[in-house]
Structures are given as C-alpha cells and as structure tokens.
C-alpha cells in the first residue's frame, strides 16, 4: 500500500529534510517514528527537499508499507514520536502511481522578511532581515521579468543537481504587513537556493544598490556571480505542491503565515 502524508515541520533545529548520517534530518526523524508504527522499516520520497533552516507547511511524502494500520496511526501516532517541531497533518491511502515529486505539478515558497532597525529576537530562525530601507515599488517592478520560462542559472547553487536550469515561474507577490514583506512564488520546480538567491537579489534592487532593470540583466547572463549572495534561510516555507484534482490531497494548514489582510500586488504570468 502507498500511503500520502502532510508534513509540516519548523526546520530551525535541523540538517534539512534529507537524510543525513547524523541522524539529525527531518527524515530522519520521521521514517524513524513510522517504522515505529509499522513495525518494519519506511523509506519516504518528499516533494521538495529542503535546506537546513527552512521550514514547510505544505510539505508532502509518500512511502510504500506492506503492513496495514489505520490512517489515524499514521497522524496521532506517528506524532507521538516526532519531535514537537515537526508533524504530520493528514495521511491518506494513494494510487502506486503517485509519486510526491513526480507527481507535482506546482511548488509554492513564501519568504518572510521583517524589514526593520533592530533584529528579530521572538520571531528569530523563522524570518529573514534587513536593516535599512527597502523601496517595495522598484522591488515589484524588477519582480516582473521573473515571471515566465527562464533560464534560471543565475539563481542556482553551484551544487545544484538538476538536469536544467530552465524553470517556469507561474508568480511572483510581494506583499506588506507592517514591518513585514512576504515574497510568494509558485513554479513549477524550483531549483537550489533558487528562491532565497532572487529575494536577495530583489532586496539589492530595493535597497537601492541596483535599479529594477539590474536584474533583468542578470536574469540574462545566467551567471550566479551577477546575482547577489544567497539570502538567509530562516525566513523561507515550503507552503504548498500542487497535483491536480486527480490526486484529491487534503489542503495544507497555513496559520499564522496566511497574513490575512496583506496587500496582493502579483506579478503573473500572462
């Protein structure tokens, strides 16, 4: 049987997602509690394999299990056993044709940036910063030759793993609530590091370092030595994969991050 589940997970504590000979991953972590469960070991696939400090929402794996438990044991037990910092939030029997990755159709990141004088203290390891004075505007406008079926390489880690570079970028938001601006990305991949390096490059435009037209330029030289450093990772969250009706998976929970009430200027693809 295959089986689905919704993860969530503050990833401040951990190694990222993959596994890890420390043992120190969320996947570590979790086949570790449902083998408990199932009584014999669990290989698990996710839909996005995410860096140390990042967090996820949305995120969604899949495992075959040759023993039958109830999907509450799935949830509710398998939660026992997790760290606090992580849980599941739905478990559901699938088709052995699904896949977590393969299977995805989009992938959805917000990038919360508290954009004040002083540091965070509560919030710290769940948002990035800055210090100085971002200009949202000419930030939005360099946003939107983003938008679309690009080359990505300027925006890709030299160890990136993908076969490509080229990706499509469905949209870009930014939005602000108070002290906070939240970048909205959803694609239909995403490649390493790709979104922290366009929020860092972004805030280079928004600062004032480079006009908006700058990273039109360095979209185009698809060199990462045009691009800005990469951007901190504790602001990043996995929030949503998208697959379709076909598959009928639950939705995710959003929270405290769905920042009701924020402004919605979007950069899509027409």
């Known amino acids: 049987m295959r089986i689905a589940l919704g993860i969530e997970y503050d990833g401040s504590g951990f190694c990222g997602w993959q596994t890890q000979p420390a043992g ?6 979790l086949e570790a509690a449902c083998a408990a469960i199932a009584g014999v070991p669990v290989d698990t696939i996710c839909a996005g394999r995410t860096d140390s400090g990042v967090h996820a929402l949305g995120q ?12 509450s044991a799935w949830v509710r037990g398998v939660n026992a056993l997790l760290p606090p910092a992580v ?17 995805a159709c989009t ?27 971002l200009d949202v505007e000419r930030m939005r406008e360099a946003a939107a030759c983003l938008v679309g079926e ?14 490509s570079p080229v990706r499509t970028l469905h949209k870009l938001s930014i939005s602000v609530s108070g002290r906070y601006l939240a970048f909205d990305l959803c694609a239909n991949a995403f490649l390493h590091h790709m979104v922290r390096n366009l929020v860092g490059s972004l805030v280079y435009v928004g600062k004032g370092k480079h006009p908006p037209q700058w990273l039109a330029g360095v979209l185009q ?15 990043l969250y996995l929030m949503r994969v998208d697959y ?3 598959w009928n998976l639950p939705e995710p929970r959003q929270g ?13 693809e027409r």
């Open 150 to 163: 690009h080359d990505f390489s300027a925006f890709r880690s030299a160890e990136c793993q993908a076969k």
């Open 221 to 235: 030289g698809r060199d990462r030595r045009l691009a800005a450093p990469t951007f901190d990772a504790s602001g």
């Open 24 to 29: 120190c991953s969320i996947q570590d972590r």
């Open 107 to 133: 992938r959805s990141y917000r990038y919360v940036l508290l954009n004040d004088a002083v540091r965070p203290a509560a919030d710290q390891g769940r948002v990035g910063w800055y210090h100085g004075t």
């Open 244 to 246: 379709g009706d076909a």
């Open 87 to 103: 849980a599941v939030t739905w478990a559901q029997p699938v088709d052995e044709a699904f896949h977590a990755r393969f299977s």
């Open 60 to 71: 969604v794996v899949h495992f075959d299990c040759t023993v039958e438990r109830p999907m």
């Open 256 to 268: 405290a991050l769905s920042f009701a009430g924020m402004g919605s200027a979007e950069m899509s």
